[in-house]
């Protein structure tokens, strides 16, 4: 997760041209989405909120109709009439349906289901089996499959046969779970991961995240966190990616399978309590608001910096890249003296005098107040508060 920053009060009025941060809670910052199936609903939620996106699918469902392994394993399934299934998700329900109603097997499916004890791993995937006809006797209390194979192990599973409904993103520790306690395990995966159209995009958002031009990723599957791991080895940049995810990058997931890949390299993910993508979006304000806006009053005026947005008295001010992250440092200083080798080291000049002084050059030709920016001879520069 990024590192933090605290909220400095903000003590100075409010300017009418200055946007309502109820209103626009994610204005100035920059937001990676790596979802495919239902992208645009995410994207949109997060730009009507003040986002900049920058998507790139990692991967997307194949088509049914070339998914000839689905319904091999659900002709499988019925024939083995199960004694229990597990539904894990209500997209993989419908879409397993609707597979098996263009393959001619759908009664077929519905009946075999009808004459299993069904558990479902979370209110949608509730939904999604009782639209479908079909009634459940138990559900996750947390939304995992894990405590589904409790409540299943609990009750006993030894010789019975025992059908999972998979969501694109193997959970292989439930499964050995359930095998080991005795039960004969059948699977279907109803949607499966593939490379999508586009194929640079990833690539791309992959160097923003490096180069400190992103501010949240986000995740809604697992195996699109895979896929993002893979491609940025093949670019030679995983240690690079890791290593700004946990600095300067946050990375937001809707729930903890997906978190799960994040984790394993070592990652803190914003999780939220609900795994809905509404949860978050909210998640992913809250953190942005309390950890990545900063007000100072100064000697200029009232500044405020949300990720890339900066505002002088509600006055919206541009800034390149250099003069932006400098400015960055000097406001969580609060007046208090930067080193010149300070500077220089955060802005990778490798002790270059002239390069510094060039770039706070550019910053103070950039604000409206250029006294604002300070020099403290012999010793480096503050903002005059």
Known sequence: MSATHTIAPD??????????????????????????????????????????????????IAPVQEDMRLIEDTRAIIAARPDLCIATTAYGMRRWCEAADAFGIGEELLETLAATRMFVRGPKARGAVRAAGLADVGISSDETTATLVDMLLAEGVRGKSVAVQLHGYTD??????LRMSGANVLTV?????????????????????????????????????????????????????????????TTAVVGPIT?????????????????????????????????????????????????RSLRIDGVPVELAPAPLLLLRALMGAEGAVLSRESLSELLELRGSVHALDMTVSRLRSSLPDGSLVETVVKRGYRLRV
């Open 259 to 307: 978190a799960q890949p994040l984790i394993d390299a070592g990652l803190s993910p914003l999780i939220p309590e609900r795994f809905r993508m509404g949860a978050l979006i909210r998640l992913v304000c809250e953190h942005l608001a309390l950890n990545h806006v900063r007000r100072l009053e100064t000697r200029s005026g009232n500044v405020e910096l949300r990720g």
């Open 189 to 249: 995966t109803p949607y499966r991961w593939v490379k999508p159209d586009g194929e640079d995009k990833l690539p791309r958002l992959i160097e923003a995240a490096c180069s400190g031009n992103l501010d949240v990723l986000t995740f809604t599957s697992a195996p699109a966190v895979d896929a993002m791991w893979s491609t940025a080895h093949e670019m030679g940049l995983y240690k690079q990616l890791v290593h700004s995810l946990k600095t300067t990058v």
């Open 172 to 177: 292989v520790r439930q499964l050995e779970r």
């Open 11 to 60: 003590s100075g009025p409010k300017d009418a041209s200055s946007p309502d941060a109820a209103d626009s809670p994610l204005e100035g910052f920059r937001i990676g989405v790596t979802s495919h199936r239902r992208s645009q609903d995410l994207i949109e939620a997060l730009e009507r909120r003040g986002a900049e996106v920058l998507h790139a699918p990692a991967l997307k």
